[in-house]
């Protein structure tokens, strides 16, 4: 299993292939579609994520002590961004998640292309998956 940030910089070296960012969206854009589905019963008020413009929702299940996410949005490149924040951070340990510097979201330059709304979602986004990893962490040690 690579480790977040071997993941991180396969993201960038992705997105390092592309110098204009319509090209970006594009593959931010594919990103969400590629990504699965969320299952109907997961889109409840209690996993959509506060402080996002779009509707955004997000699972977290803890299993064998990694957490794995999923996720949906009706936004396309919000969905993108979700599935990017997915890859990178599926699959790990609460405590590898807590730990994890999320660099390659300044690498590829996504924050300066984001609206304010959007780079708040964002923030949103990561503080949540965070939120997550925290309580499970806690449980787990509980």
Not at 105 to 113: F, K, N, S, T, W
Request: proline share 1%.
């Amino acid at each position: 299993m690579a480790t977040i940030n071997e993941l991180q910089d396969e993201v960038i070296e992705e997105f390092s292939d592309f110098d204009d960012w319509m090209d970006r969206y594009q593959l931010l854009i594919d990103l969400g579609n590629e990504q699965e589905a969320l299952d109907n019963k997961y889109k409840t008020e209690s996993n959509l994520i506060d402080g996002c413009q779009s509707r955004v929702w997000l699972q977290a299940d803890y299993v064998d002590g990694l957490l794995h996410f999923s996720a949906e949005s009706d936004a396309l490149i919000v969905k993108g961004i979700v599935a990017l924040l997915i890859r990178v951070l599926d699959g790990h340990t609460p405590q590898e998640i807590l730990d994890a510097e999320l660099y390659f979201i300044d690498r590829i330059g996504l924050r300066d292309h984001l609206s304010p709304t959007r780079s708040n979602g964002l923030l949103a986004m990561i503080k949540q998956i965070k939120a997550y990893a925290l309580a499970y962490k806690m449980k787990g040690e509980a």
